[in-house]
């Protein structure tokens, strides 16, 4: 078993507390100074054409700068298959840094250029780095860790980014950026993280994986794992390596088109794109955008709101924390079933609280204690478990591919819910959560049925796990006549191919 070195800790604490955290930090930060901004906005307006803008002209350019964000996220994680394969998994997250830095002073200065069309400029770079960070992170570390904390690891940034949404909220609080003339610097203090990254992590090695498959510099490739793993066997760790090398179909990083249309990894592309939507469908988005409304709604006194809101945050925390440090002995399953089962049963708690509430009074705390518990089944599992199972269901040349697909769901789905959720509210009421509830028990049932355990396998193992899976199901749909095509079907290489394959790994360590 490999043990957790400085470096691996040192540098999934880096790249999630530099990239990771901004996401959560951006995906917040909106949240408490609306006000002020509207209020920026109107005054410019005034400034130029000599007449206030009207409510919803308003409204809309406020829904634009939360919502160009997930726009910039999109765009972020379609190009980030491209930067991967070109500048290394390191090299993309230290090179794109410098987005952090132009979006910062867009915001920043915005005010005294007098110019909203910095701030939403600026929203939208950061929604770049995001989509860029938040699937070149988890699959950095992905490849980097030894299959035992490949979990651990993966999970680190799903709590830096809950720390993220934490910070936002702390910071907006009145006392102490949420002041009228502090909004600018609360919008661009995310520039100081990523300077502290981009000071350290160049110091730091490329993925292994990267090194050996893409680069074919087996030398450097070993300088890396000296880094990342105590004195122990790098040498079975390397032959593992080149053993995927060989099994890949070609050492080229697949486009998406030619990921959707191959056959072999059918079921792991449909699990991506479950889990997902699912992620962002759960509702969890619209409880973060909203979290105010809803308190409000139960009836919480407006000057308390903002404490219960950062109360939430704290729970995200340890919600993120107990997932990470229980995924190696539960294995990814339990947290995502668990986690998503949670999330359904919440949400259909909120439907009913908010149906009772008219007639006990005692259902405005329990609709507390649905938000919270959606949050917390949230961070447990379904936060950051999909951008882990990414990278552990596809081998090497599959893998940026995958990421973009899954990336580009996840930032559409954002969006969509974002946009759609307060028109579902106005013509659902207390009924649109039920609609969350039934996504999140549909992706429990998923999980339950279709994706294996992953933990503490390696990719290749992995990789036979699904090919036998679909060999499974392929054989329920056929009769005997057919079995001939079925193992034409079986795995990558053939029938005989994986014969000898299994006779390889299983001597390996």
């Not at 979290?291 to 993120?320: M, S, V």
Request: hydrophobic share 45%.
């Amino acid at each position: 078993m490999h043990s957790l070195t400085g470096s691996l800790l040192a540098v999934a604490f880096l790249t999630s507390f530099g990239s990771s955290m901004l996401y959560g930090y951006n995906l917040a930060v909106v949240n408490s100074p609306a006000a002020y901004i509207k209020d920026f906005y109107n005054k410019t307006a005034l400034r130029r054409n000599g007449t206030g803008l009207s409510g919803e002209t308003l409204t809309l350019m406020y829904s634009l700068t939360v919502s160009v964000f997930a726009v910039g996220g999109l765009l972020g994680s379609l190009i980030v298959g491209m930067l991967v394969t070109r500048f290394g998994r390191k090299g993309t997250v230290v090179n794109t840094t410098v987005l952090v830095f132009i979006a910062g002073s867009l915001m920043g200065f915005s005010r005294i250029c007098n110019s909203p069309e910095m701030v939403i400029f600026g929203r939208f770079i950061t929604g770049i780095h995001s989509g860029i960070s938040l699937s070149v992170v988890p699959m950095y570390l992905g490849e980097i860790a030894p299959k035992n904390l490949r979990g651990f690891l993966g999970l680190v940034p799903s709590i830096f980014i809950g720390t993220g949404v934490f910070t936002a909220q702390i910071l907006g609080l009145h006392e102490l950026l949420g002041k009228e003339e502090h909004w600018p610097l609360f919008l661009s203090v995310v520039v100081v993280p990523t300077f502290i990254q981009l000071m350290l992590l160049p110091w730091f090695p490329e993925s292994p994986r990267y090194l050996l498959i893409e680069k074919r510099n087996v030398h450097a490739t070993i300088t890396a794992l000296k880094w990342y793993r105590t004195k122990c066997n790098i040498q079975a760790e390397i032959e593992e390596m080149q053993e995927e090398q060989r099994s890949l179909s070609s050492v080229e990083t697949l486009s998406v088109w030619k990921l959707l249309l191959d056959d072999s990894v059918r079921l792991q592309v449909l699990s991506v794109v479950v889990i997902n939507i699912g992620m962002q469908l759960s509702g969890i988005d619209a409880i973060w955008f909203y979290t105010n409304d809803i308190f409000q709604n139960a009836g919480i006194p407006a000057p308390e709101i903002q404490y219960t809101t950062a109360g939430t945050g704290i729970i995200e925390i340890i919600a993120g924390l107990i997932g990470c440090f229980t995924i190696e002995k539960l294995g990814r399953r339990p947290l995502m079933i668990g986690g998503f089962a949670m999330m359904g049963i919440c949400s259909a708690g909120i439907t009913l609280t908010l149906i009772l509430q008219a007639h006990l009074s005692v259902m405005r705390y329990i609709s507390v204690c649905c938000v919270v518990g959606i949050i917390a089944g949230f961070c447990i599992g379904p936060a950051g478990v999909p951008f882990l199972i990414t990278a552990e269901l596809f081998k090497q040349s599959h893998r940026p591919a995958a990421y973009i697909v899954g990336g580009s769901l996840n930032w559409l789905s954002n969006f969509t819910v974002g946009f759609v959720f307060p028109f579902l509210q106005m013509s659902a009421g207390s009924y649109c959560y039920l609609v969350f509830a039934t996504v999140c028990l549909s992706v429990a049932t998923y999980v339950h049925f279709i994706i294996p355990e992953t933990k503490n396998k390696t990719f290749m193992e992995i990789s036979r796990m699904f090919s036998k899976k679909e060999a499974v199901l392929e054989t329920q749909g056929l009769t005997h006549g057919d079995q001939l095509k079925l193992k034409k079907m079986n795995g990558y290489g053939g029938v005989d191919h994986t014969s000898l394959e299994f006779d390889s790994s299983s001597s390996v360590p």
